[in-house]
């Protein structure tokens, strides 16, 4: 009698370690495929906050001669009267400890070139994500025409064409996706460079 229960007890065992095994298998597999999915997420809510920023942009250039904000990274002109809010101007992919003192200046997960104006080719970029890899390895942009786009990030010798990201790597002289640190290093902070046209 005892032989038996304790067949049937490491029978019972050897079962509960083959479905833990299995668990444990399907967990690897799909966690990768459920926070690229939550990015997806994170990326089209990124987009949604710069279609945001094209309408505050197309109101401003309405009231400024057809011009567009004049400095170089900084949309705070549109907070209040054109952005009632200013947390369009935050990447939901960027994490933060907690919420900003009231009365500091609102942080911009974004890039802004400035210098140009609504009649402006309507593919001149306007606005892109300040990582290039902020989005599954790659970064949204935004257009004079008020379009917004997810792009893969830029490759050493992509076609600026192809991938109009590339302007922010030679305006900001940013490194290629090729001879950028490693994943997990501190990302650099882009210093403002003259607007350009692509």
Known sequence: MRLMRRGAIMFTFIELTTVIAIIAILAAILFPVF???????????CQNNLKQISLALSLYARDYAGHFPP?????????????????????PSVLRPGNAPPGTRPRMDYFYRAGFCDDDDPLTLLVADNSLDR?????????ADGHTKWFRTPRAGDDPTKCPAVILLKERHLPSAELQPPKGSPPRMPSGGPPGRI
Do not use: V, W
Not at 35 to 45: F, L, M, N, P
Not at 72 to 89: A, T
Not at 135 to 143: I, Q, W
């Open 35 to 45: 926070a690229r999915a939550r990015e997806k997420a994170r990326q089209t809510s």
């Open 71 to 91: 400095g170089q990274d900084d949309l705070r002109p549109l907070i209040d009267r054109y952005l009632l809010d200013p947390e369009p101007l935050t990447c």
């Open 135 to 143: 989005h599954n390895e790659g970064l949204n942009c935004l257009f």
